[in-house]
Nanobody, 117 residues
């Protein structure tokens, strides 16, 4: 089993720059992809960013140039630095971990980010 615990959400003013963190523990290995999804009220879950082994990253068009995903292997933590936040970034942000060998997904409980205008 793999456990993920997110932190760093909350109420932020538009233009703010919070950082989300996700600590991973349990039966983790080096062959995994980690990332963040988000889900706004009444909308489908959206992939925000991913980081693969070796550090290759991928972003949704809506956050390119504003968000940065990174991972600290030693700390088993993945981060999402969010800059220039907009009200439309308001959502519950979920961290995920997928084991490449069998594509088994694990999810965090989610952290609410609310952007006020």
């Amino acid at each position: 089993q793999v456990q993920l615990v997110e932190s760093g959400g909350g109420l932020v003013q538009a233009g703010g720059s919070p950082r989300l963190s996700c600590v991973v523990s349990g039966s983790i290995d080096s062959t995994n992809i980690m990332g963040w999804y988000r889900q706004a009220p009444g909308k489908q879950r959206e992939l925000v960013a991913t980081v693969a082994p070796g550090g290759k990253t991928n972003y949704a068009d809506s956050v390119k140039g504003r968000f940065t995903i990174s991972r600290d292997t030693d700390k088993s933590t993945v981060y999402l630095q969010m800059n220039s936040l907009r009200p439309e970034d308001t959502a519950v942000y979920y961290c995920y971990y997928v084991r490449i060998i069998n594509f088994q997904y694990y999810w965090g409980q989610g952290t609410q980010v609310t952007v006020s205008s």
